[in-house]
């Protein structure tokens, strides 16, 4: 198993500029998430999904978009770039069902950089 | 709001010290995680739980869920081990409960 996969592992990008950073498994798991990670920060959800066809906002949510039109595959779109949203971000997933045998997975991160 | 709080912010050590970090949150909880986040970026898990302890070679979790606080130990700590750890917590056990609220992490050094 790959586990979890993101692409691009960095990106340079304009304000105003669109993109999708890319997050995919291979471990069946319904639930899947994307994270920011700031200096200082603990890690922040931007959004969630639980299933295909489900997501739902996080905690930061503004200016991303999400969509999960299969499970294995779960990207997250900036719409129009802002240098606010450079950022570590890391896509994760894991299994539902009982809490304690939950265990998270991540992906390796993607370096955006708005300039 | 659930917050989690995690001490020190930084540690440096001694190459074969006993080293704690602390966790503490303000709610209830499901599960507490503790990850591993290595100078590279990556993150995995280390534990997950939900009562008492867990060992998985020099590393010892415990949790103490009346005092709301989680400790994660390593024995004989050594150079590999620095690294970030984070504490994160799971408060609720339905579907729509299920995100987990991260601590800033504690920035482990160890010195040769």
């Known amino acids: 198993n790959a586990g979890v996969t993101q692409t691009p592992k960095f990106q340079v990008l304009k304000t105003g500029q669109s993109m999708t950073l890319q997050c995919a498994q291979d471990?069946?798991?319904?639930?899947m998430s994307w994270y920011r990670q700031d200096p200082g920060m603990g890690l922040r959800l931007i959004h969630y999904?639980?299933?295909?066809?489900?997501?739902d906002q996080g905690e930061v949510p503004n200016g991303y978009n999400v969509s999960r039109s299969t499970t294995e595959d779960f990207p997250l779109r900036l719409l129009s770039a802002a240098p606010s949203q450079t950022s570590v971000y890391f896509c994760?997933?894991?299994?539902?069902?009982?809490?304690?045998?939950?265990?998270?997975?991540f992906g390796p991160g993607t370096r955006l950089l708005v300039l | 709001k659930n917050e989690v709080e995690q001490s020190p912010q930084n540690l440096t050590a001694q190459e074969g010290e006993f080293i704690t970090i602390n966790c503490s949150y303000s709610?209830?909880?499901?599960?507490l995680h503790w990850l591993q986040q290595h100078p590279g970026g990556g993150i995995v898990s280390l534990f997950m739980?939900?009562?008492g302890k867990k060992k998985h070679g020099r590393l010892i979790a415990t949790i103490n869920i009346q005092e709301k606080h989680s400790s994660l130990h390593i024995t004989a700590s050594h150079p590999r081990d620095s690294a970030v750890y984070i504490c994160?917590?799971?408060?609720?056990?339905?579907?729509?409960?299920?995100?987990?609220?991260f601590g800033k992490g504690t920035k482990l050094s160890v010195k040769p």
């Open positions: 994760a997933s894991r299994p539902l069902g009982l809490p304690i045998r939950e265990t998270q997975y």
């Open positions: 471990m069946n798991h319904e639930y």
């Open positions: 999904s639980v299933g295909a066809g489900i997501t």
């Open positions: 709610v209830g909880i499901s599960a």
């Open positions: 739980l939900s009562s």
């Open positions: 994160a917590v799971r408060w609720g056990r339905l579907r729509s409960q299920g995100n987990l609220i």
